[in-house]
């Protein structure tokens, strides 16, 4: 870990290639208007299960859910994350405990394309075991430890279920498109909101408040907030911080999918809050 070690895992690079070339692809090959509706749930089922099911879920506990919910939220956002939720959440605990740190993986202190992507570049960025300390509460899940082995798996089989559907030369825009979007609106939350952006609240790091990130990742963008309280199910606080991830939570918790949904107090944000913010 470090800025002395640069090793270069080529076969992150071939993915990232090979994702991002079928993504290009969509924008020269002939373009359907009539797909709209299919890569923009694509761009759902990829994100919200990144968002609601890996980031709030199972790095942070804001809130529980039945198990199969759990392995349902976990195997959506595997269509884009090919990492088991062991080593994502691992990477994750890891940046709030060192955020912008030494030990953060990915801090833009580092440079923003290292933030962004290149620390997935970087075998040298993580501990590939990390999970076995600091996720004991997520390892004995068969299914988990199974994605370790064949994480390739859930993407695969979103490749062939969208061909089926749609057709094979409709995968560029239907799933590469929307999955590439997606995965850079969740790499800009690493790097475009640790840089750019308001700090309404006192985290001890460069977390920031970005609205472009917010909307665009789903909620994930109000990342000082959630920096600040980073067990909240909500991270865009106020009424007009776009936070789609949270509105899901809340309509699961209205159905009884999901309880003991988290919040921080009045008192807890005040506690936070920088004298000049709102
Ligand atoms: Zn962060
Ligand atoms: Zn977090």
Redesign the pocket.
Known sequence: MGRAARRLDPWALLWLALMHGGAAAALILPWRWSLWPAMLVVYLIGGLGTTVGY?RLL??RAFRCPRWLEHLLVTMAMINTPGSPLLWVAN?RQ??GHSDRAGDPHSPREGLWRSHMGWLLDPDSTVPDLWRRTCLDLADDAYYQWLLRYRMVPQALGVLTTALLFGWESLPQVFFLPTVAWMNSTFAVNSIAHTFGAQPYRSGDESRDNVLVGVLALGEGWHNT?HAF?RSARHGLLWWQLDVSWWVIWALARVGLVWDVRLPTEEQRAARRRSSAP
Do not use: I, T
Request: charged content about 0%; proline content about 12%.
């Open positions: 980031h790095a942070h994750h940046h709030h959630h980073p």
